[in-house]
C-alpha cells in the first residue's frame, strides 16, 4: 500500500491531509486499487522551517502518482523488504521524474508473538515486585547491568538497613534485587517468625526511621550523595580513557556504578518518600477541610516549579528559537560550528537523563537524535513556550495558595502552612534528584564501550557494545588477559545466543506481582494494582489516575528513543515507562499511557505540568493498544478505551 500527496511528506504523518492511496499487487507491479482524495493542504519548505499552504484548486483532485511511479515505488519497496528480512515503512519523495528513498524502518504495528515465559519463583516462599527501582527498568536487564549493578544496588540497602539499626532484624534476601527472566523484581517474601520479628522491632525502627531517613532526606540527597556521586564522575572523567589499562576501566565502572546506587538510594529512602507522604497529607487534608466547590484541584498547589526536566525543556526551546532566527544559509555554514556549541552545552548540562536505568542501553549525551527532533518541533512554532507554561502554572498556584491560606485561621491555618510547605519544597526536589539518576552514565558508557571496542580489536566480540552482553566476571577475566597482552575467549556465539533470548523475554509482559494473589500480612496488596486484574480482553484497560482530563487520538506506541522520530502533534504516547528523557515527547502528546508508573511517578508529575490527561501503571498498554490505533484516555477515572 502507498500513500502520496504533495508537498512534504509531515503534512501525511502528522494526519494534516488525507493521502491518495494505492494498491500494488507485488508480484505483477499492477495498480489493484486506488483512492484519490481531496488534498487540501500540504506542507512547503522555507527557509527557516517549514508550513503548510493550501493546494492549488486544480491539484486537489489529481492523483499524486502516475501508475508507471507507483508500481516502480512498489518494486523499490519490495526490494527493501526482502533487503531486511520483513515487512518495512518506508519513506519516500518523488523529485521530478526521480524517485529517493529517505528512510526505513520495521512495522512497528505488526503484533509481535508474545514469549509464553515460565514465571518459577526464585524462592519458593518469595513475594516479588515489581516497583521502585525496578520501575526505571522495563526491559529485560543486560547481563553486564545484572550482574554490575544490582549487587551494588543490594549492598547499598544491606548498608542501609545497618544504619537505621534494622539489619538484624530484616533477612538478608529481604527488600533485595532478584531477576525473574531476567526482569528486575524486589523481594519481599517473609516467614510468619520474620514477620513477627520485624512487627516487634517496628516501633523503634519508626523512631530511627523518622529523623534519619525524611527529615533529612534533602540534606542526605543534596549535601551528600550527589555531591559524592558528582566528585566520583568527576575523578574519572579526568583520566585517559584511551591509554588506561583494560582492568582500570572496569575499576572506574565500578566506582561510578556504586556511587549510583549508593545515591539512588537515597532518593528512594528519603526523597520520593517525602514527597509522596507530603502531598499525600496535604492532597488528604485540602479535600477533607478545606476545598469548597469551585476550588482547584489539590494538583494546583504542586505545579509551575523550576525543576531539571523543565529547565532542559527550555533550554531545547532557547536553541530552536535563536536557530529560527539565522539564515538558512548562515544555519548550515557559518554558524554550524555555533549551534554544534550551543547543543553540545545543552547535552553537557543535561544529556545524563536515562531513557532506562540499565546502562546498555542510550542516553541523549550519546545519542541525540531524538532531542533533535523536539529541536526541529519548537522550529516549526506549534509549541506553546515552555517558559510561558511554567508562568501559568506558578501564577495559579501562587493565587490557589494566597486564596487557601487567607481564608483559614487558628490551628487550620498553621496545619495548612506547614503541609502545604512540606510538600512544595519536595515537588520539584523529587524532579531533580530523579533527573540525576544517570549523571554518571555518559562516562560509564564511554569506558564501557572503549572496553568493547579493545574486545572487538582481540577478536572476542564482533561489536563494541557487545561489551553490555557479557557478565563482569566474563569481562574481569578479559580485561585481565588484554592487560597480560594474553589472547582472549571467542564470546561471539555467547553473545548472539544471550542477544537472542533477551529479544524473546522483552516481548512478554512481566507480572507486576508474583506470585498471582499473593498475601502480605493477610492483606491481598495485589489487588489494589490496576495491572493486576483481568485485562487480556474488552474494550477498555484499567490504570492509576495519574493526570486529570480525557483526550482521543491516535495510539503511538513507543518503546525506545529509536522511535522517537514517530511521534506526531496530536498522538498518544503509549510506552512502558516515561523517565525524564522521556519529556521531550510530552510537547507534542495529547495523553499519556503507561505499562508502569502511579500518581507520583515522573510521568504523572510531568503530564499535570501540560494540562493533559494521563493513565499510569496499566500493566499491558503496550501490549493491548495498537500503534496507530484510536484510543480515549480518561486520565480522572483512569481507564484507556479501546476503539475498534
Avoid at 546506587?261 to 477541610?289: M, N, Q, R, W
Avoid at 572503549?450 to 553490555?468: C, I, K, N, P, S
Avoid at 505499562?595 to 505540568?609: F, N, Q, T, Y
Amino acid at each position: 500500500m502507498i500513500n502520496a500527496a504533495w508537498g512534504l511528506g509531515e503534512a501525511i504523518v502528522g494526519g494534516l491531509v488525507t493521502p491518495d492511496t494505492f494498491v500494488i499487487n507485488k508480484q505483477t507491479g499492477a495498480v489493484e486499487s486506488s483512492t484519490i482524495a481531496d488534498k487540501e493542504v500540504m506542507t512547503v519548505r522555507l527557509p527557516v522551517g517549514t508550513h503548510e499552504e493550501p493546494v492549488p484548486a486544480g491539484r486537489r483532485r489529481q492523483p499524486a502518482l502516475e501508475p508507471r511511479q507507483a508500481a516502480e515505488l512498489a518494486k523499490l519497496g519490495v526490494q527493501i523488504e526482502q533487503l531486511y528480512g520483513q515487512p518495512m515503512d518506508v519513506e519516500w519523495v518523488l523529485c521530478g521524474e526521480r524517485l529517493f528513498i529517505l528512510q526505513a524502518r520495521p512495522i512497528t504495528a505488526l503484533p509481535e508473538p508474545r514469549a509464553a515465559l515460565d514465571w518459577t519463583l526464585p524462592r519458593a516462599e518469595g513475594r516479588y515486585v515489581r516497583k521502585a527501582v525496578a520501575e526505571l527498568l522495563p526491559d529485560p536487564l543486560s547481563p553486564l547491568f545484572a550482574t554490575l549493578a544490582l549487587p551494588f544496588w543490594n549492598e547499598s540497602m544491606r548498608e542501609l538497613m545497618k544504619r537505621i539499626g534494622a539489619a538484624m532484624r530484616i533477612p538478608e534476601h529481604m527488600a533485595m534485587l532478584t531477576t525473574i527472566n531476567d526482569y528486575a523484581y524486589y523481594d519481599f517474601g517473609l516467614r510468619a517468625l520474620q514477620w513477627a520479628r520485624l512487627m516487634s522491632a517496628m516501633p523503634g525502627l519508626i523512631r530511627r526511621i523518622g529523623p534519619e531517613l525524611l527529615r533529612r532526606a534533602e540534606a542526605r540527597w543534596a549535601d551528600e550523595a550527589r555531591p559524592h556521586y558528582a566528585g566520583v564522575v568527576g575523578k574519572w572523567a579526568a583520566v585517559d580513557l584511551n591509554t588506561m589499562p583494560s582492568t582500570e576501566l572496569l575499576e572506574g565502572a565500578n566506582e561510578i556504578v556504586r556511587a549510583a546506587a549508593d545515591h539512588y538510594l537515597v532518593i528512594e529512602s528519603g526523597i520520593l518518600p517525602s514527597a509522596f507522604i507530603s502531598e499525600a497529607l496535604f492532597t488528604a487534608a485540602y479535600k477533607l477541610l478545606a476545598r469548597r466547590k469551585g476550588d482547584p484541584p489539590a494538583v494546583t498547589f504542586m505545579l509551575g516549579f523550576d525543576s531539571a526536566p523543565i529547565q532542559a525543556e527550555k533550554s531545547l526551546y532557547d536553541l530552536a528559537v535563536w536557530a529560527r532566527t539565522q539564515p538558512e544559509a548562515v544555519i548550515r555554514l557559518e554558524s554550524s560550528q555555533e549551534f554544534s556549541r550551543r547543543f553540545a552545552e545543552h547535552l553537557n548540562r543535561f544529556g545524563h537523563a536515562v531513557y532506562d536505568l540499565d546502562f546498555a542501553r542510550s542516553v541523549p549525551a550519546d545519542e541525540p537524535a531524538p532531542v533533535l527532533e523536539t529541536i526541529k518541533y519548537f522550529m516549526t512554532g506549534q509549541a506553546r513556550s515552555p517558559y510561558e507554561r511554567q508562568a501559568a502554572a506558578a501564577a495559579a498556584r501562587e493565587q490557589a495558595t494566597h486564596e487557601l491560606l487567607a481564608r483559614l485561621k487558628g490551628l487550620r491555618l498553621r496545619l495548612f502552612t506547614r503541609l502545604l510547605k512540606w510538600a512544595q519544597r519536595y515537588a520539584p526536589l523529587r524532579e531533580d534528584a530523579l533527573a540525576d539518576v544517570g549523571l554518571g552514565w555518559p562516562l560509564l558508557r564511554r569506558m564501557l564501550r572503549e572496553l568493547g571496542r579493545r574486545f572487538v580489536a582481540a577478536g572476542m566480540v564482533a561489536e563494541r557494545d557487545d561489551v553490555f552482553w557479557l557478565k563482569l566476571e566474563e569481562a574481569k577475566a578479559a580485561a585481565r588477559s588484554l592487560d597480560a597482552n594474553q589472547s582472549v575467549s571467542d564470546c561471539r556465539p555467547l553473545v548472539a545466543e544471550r542477544r537472542s533470548k533477551w529479544e524473546r523475554e522483552r516481548t512478554a509482559t512481566p507480572p507486576v506481582m508474583l506470585p498471582h494473589g499473593v498475601r502480605f500480612m493477610g492483606i491481598d496488596f495485589s489487588s489494589w494494582q490496576a495491572a493486576r486484574t483481568n485485562q487480556a480482553a474488552g474494550d477498555a484497560i484499567k490504570g492509576q489516575a495519574a493526570s486529570p482530563g480525557c483526550a482521543s487520538g491516535v495510539a503511538r506506541v513507543i518503546h525506545g528513543p529509536d522511535e522517537f522520530n514517530r511521534m506526531r502533534p496530536g498522538d498518544i504516547l503509549v510506552a512502558k515507562i516515561t523517565t525524564p528523557a522521556w519529556t521531550t515527547l510530552f510537547p507534542l502528546a495529547a495523553a499519556v499511557v503507561t505499562d508502569v508508573g502511579g500518581p507520583l511517578s515522573h510521568g504523572s508529575i510531568v503530564a499535570r505540568e501540560y494540562h493533559i490527561p494521563a493513565v499510569l501503571g496499566t500493566g499491558v498498554a503496550t501490549e493491548r493498544i495498537r500503534d496507530g490505533q484510536r484510543i480515549t484516555v480518561d486520565g480522572g477515572a483512569g481507564v484507556v478505551k479501546l476503539n475498534p
